[in-house]
């Protein structure tokens, strides 16, 4: 197995609920270690800019207008196969077809206030990671 570093967004639904550090315990408990951490409310720019690759897609300029609505936290994650680890503690993006005890079935409101990111892949993970943080800003 591989250690690898993903990236993590806690969305502005779970900031504005104080729920960081409930999710922050889940990946924790998961063994994966936060390496990198910050809290910022990202500009309409930033936010197209990160998520362009859903530009064509209609529920773009919603995704967009929440992610600009409140602060969000975004993190490096580290671990043996961070990102597939990340991914399945997110739990299904549809809240209701999350499975019990993921991230989304206990935090997220809906399938737009779907509480977190995580990258879906170490190449994008690269990608996302130096999108937010600087190399030194990463401590692990």
Do not use: C
Not at 77 to 100: F, H, I, Q, W, Y
């Amino acid at each position: 197995m591989a250690v690898e570093r993903t990236l993590s967004i806690i969305k502005p639904d779970a900031t504005n609920r104080n729920l960081t550090g409930a999710i922050n315990a889940k990946f924790e408990a998961a063994g994966l270690r936060i390496v990198a951490q910050k809290r910022i409310w990202m500009s309409r720019a930033h936010a197209k800019e990160f998520y362009k690759v859903h530009a064509h897609r209609p529920f773009f300029n919603d995704l967009v207008d929440f992610m600009v609505s409140g602060p969000v936290v975004v993190q490096v994650l580290e671990g043996e196969n961070a990102v597939a680890k990340n991914r399945e503690l997110m739990g299904a993006t549809d809240p209701k077809k999350a499975a019990s005890g993921t991230i989304r079935a206990m935090f997220a409101e809906s399938i737009e206030a779907n509480s977190v990111h995580g990258s879906d892949s170490p190449e994008n993970a690269a990608i996302e990671i130096a999108y937010f943080f600087a190399g030194y800003e990463i401590v692990g």
